[in-house]
Every structure is written in C-alpha cells, then in structure tokens.
C-alpha cells in the first residue's frame, strides 16, 4: 500500500527498455546525440509550435533554472504560499536566482484566483530602488492539494500578469494527470492560456529521472544552454534523458500513464467516501487528501501502510480537524493497483 508519493513508484516498462537500448554502442554526449534532437522536434510538435527545450534530471533543476532565468535577481516570483518552490525546494530557485524573491499568496486549494493576485498586484509597494520588481507569475498544474487550474483561470490570471509585464510559469510536475482531466491538447493547456515557461514533468509520470524546461518563445531561452550548464545540471550522458522522455511521449504513453494514477484516485476517493472519509479537496489529478482519526492512522501504519500526514493553510472552511485527526495525503501512480486501494480502505475503516 504505497501512496506517500508517485516518486516512489518504480520506472514504466518501456522507459526501461528504451534506456537499455540507448545503452548499446556510443553517441556525443551533452544534447548532441541524435535522441535528443529527435526530441526536441517531437516537442514542437506536442505544443504545436516551434518551441526550445532543455532537459534536466530533476523537477527542482527545470523549476529553479526556469524562474531564474525568466527573473531578474531583484525580482519577485508570484505563487501560492504552498507551492513545491516554496516550501519543497530548499531555497533553490531563490540560489540559481542570484536571490530572486518568492511572494506566496493564500488560495484555496492552492490555487491563486485571479482577485488574489489582482490585490497583491495593486496593493503591494513594487519596484526600485527599495522594493523587489514583480516579474515571474508561477502557476502549479496540477497543485500541491491535487487540484487543477482550468484554461480559463489561467487565462485570467496570465492577462493580469502580462499586463504587468510579468512573465508566466507553469510546474508541471503532474501536468501530464492535469492534460488528462482537463482533455485538452498540450497547448491549449499552455501558451494559447498564455503560459511563457513549462516545467515539464515526467519523473512522477514513470520515469527515472527527466525534466525538461519548455520555452514557448525560443527568444526567450537566449543563454539558457550556458546557465544550464553553469547550474551543474547538463548532464554529460545526455542521450539517456532523451531516451526517457522519448518513450514517455512516444504513442501516447505519458498520457495512458497519468490516466491509470488517476483513475486510481477516483477508486480510492470513492472507496474513501463509502466509508465516511470524504476527500478534502475535489480530486482532480492522483492526489486524493482526507481526514482520518488516529486510531485509523495507527491501523494503517502498522499494517504498512505508506503516506504522509500533512497540514495546510488552504482548506476548505468546511473542514476542521480535530485533535484526534490527521489530514492525510494519498497519491497514486502508474503502478497502483486496485488491489492495495480496497486493502487500505478495509484497514481505514477498521
């Protein structure tokens, strides 16, 4: 019963096979092997639009050298207060931003509504020489409580931005289960909403480890090879980041992926709620968050269970949890199974 996070998840099947077929003979490394290429043309096609890509190993490399380079360092990135950049990165976009600022705001769900970010836009002191210069809108898709933002939140949201001359960006980490929800094309859910930067996640998807940084403009991504490499994070075998996110989007596969975690979750929140336990949040991605006592905690945990208690800022006012209780996060994966969900639901209800 694992679902403390869908990095615990091992790698798809034929992520694996592709990376042992890149294994055999050799190929130039740092992005000019013939993998890469081949991907960075499959990416234009996904967003249909020219577009400049750049791979990484890791989420926290694609969202730090994406915001650093979109930001200046006296600049602020605007996200919701709980966002992974703010609370799960370890000050890293603030590091590769030569001291960029992060300025959370509160959201239910942690999503950020377009009259949040009017607010702190209109109300907040901004620019030189004392204040920092607003200049990065950070957008998580699908959102730290499994929520996702529609087209047209985005779009609002990006109008208000770019009437500030602020650039968009999206983590996506889970963009793939938020495309599946939404059932939009790539771009729809992007630049056409008026997203600049994607971090595009493909780690809790099924891979091992590739993360790309999408720029939807390539005038944009000026001098993004040099501070890639600068940040320690070109890697030298490039071709075995290709071949993952090669695999990931060949036939669909990243999508097929991200339709089974979610079609876990709603198991699992249905299953929840014929018990009692209804989800905190609307379950929108595979993130299923609820309520459970700690009597039912200890069950679980000692029957192996895997998740995390967790606590946040951006609950519904309908929900209070008692001293009793715990707000548990539960995310499921291309490898969950029906089986563990309706093993963990009979341990919950005890």
């Known amino acids: 019963m694992y679902f403390a996070s869908d990095n615990a998840a091992g790698v798809a099947p034929a992520i694996l096979d592709a990376l042992q077929r890149a294994n055999a003979g050799f190929a130039l490394g740092y992005g000019q092997d013939e993998a890469t290429k081949r991907l960075e043309r499959r990416f234009s096609e996904l967003f249909e639009r020219e577009v400049a890509v750049f791979l990484v190993s890791t989420g926290t490399a694609a969202n730090a050298l994406a915001l650093a380079h979109v930001s200046p ?4 990135v605007i996200c919701h207060g709980e966002a992974h950049i703010a609370k799960d990165e370890c000050g890293a976009p603030e ?3 030569g001291g960029l600022k992060l300025v959370g705001l509160a959201g239910e769900g942690c999503k950020i509504t377009a009259s949040a970010l009017a607010q702190t836009l209109e109300r907040t002191a901004w620019g030189g020489p004392h204040h920092v210069t607003p200049a990065v809108l950070s957008l998580t898709q699908a959102t730290e409580a499994g929520t996702v933002y529609q087209p047209n939140e985005i779009a609002d949201l990006a109008a208000l931005a770019r009437s500030r001359g602020i650039a968009v960006h999206m ?15 790539a771009a729809e859910a992007t630049w056409k909403a008026g997203v600049d930067v994607l971090s595009f996640g493909a780690t809790k998807g099924g891979a091992m480890a590739a993360e790309a940084v999408v720029f939807f403009d390539s005038a944009r991504a000026a001098s993004m090879p040099e501070r890639r490499k600068r940040g320690g994070h070109l890697i030298s075998k490039h071709r075995f980041l290709a071949v993952q996110m090669e695999a990931f989007l060949t036939d669909g596969l990243w999508l097929t992926l991200a339709r089974h975690a979610n079609d876990m979750a709603d198991r699992l929140a249905k299953r929840l709620s014929a018990i009692g336990l209804m989800p905190v949040w609307p379950v929108e991605a595979n993130l299923v968050f609820s309520v459970i006592s700690c009597e039912a905690h200890d069950r679980l945990q000692a029957a192996g269970a895997q998740y995390y208690a967790m606590q946040s800022n951006s609950l519904p006012e309908s929900v209070k949890i008692a001293s009793d209780s715990l707000l548990i996060r539960l995310v499921t994966s291309f490898s969950t199974t029906e089986a563990d969900i309706d093993r963990f639901v009979v341990i919950a209800q005890g």
């Open 95 to 97: 590091f590769f931003g």
């Open 73 to 76: 360092p006296w600049g602020a």
């Open 171 to 185: 983590d996506g980490a889970r963009f793939a289960n938020a495309l599946v929800r939404l059932g939009l094309t």
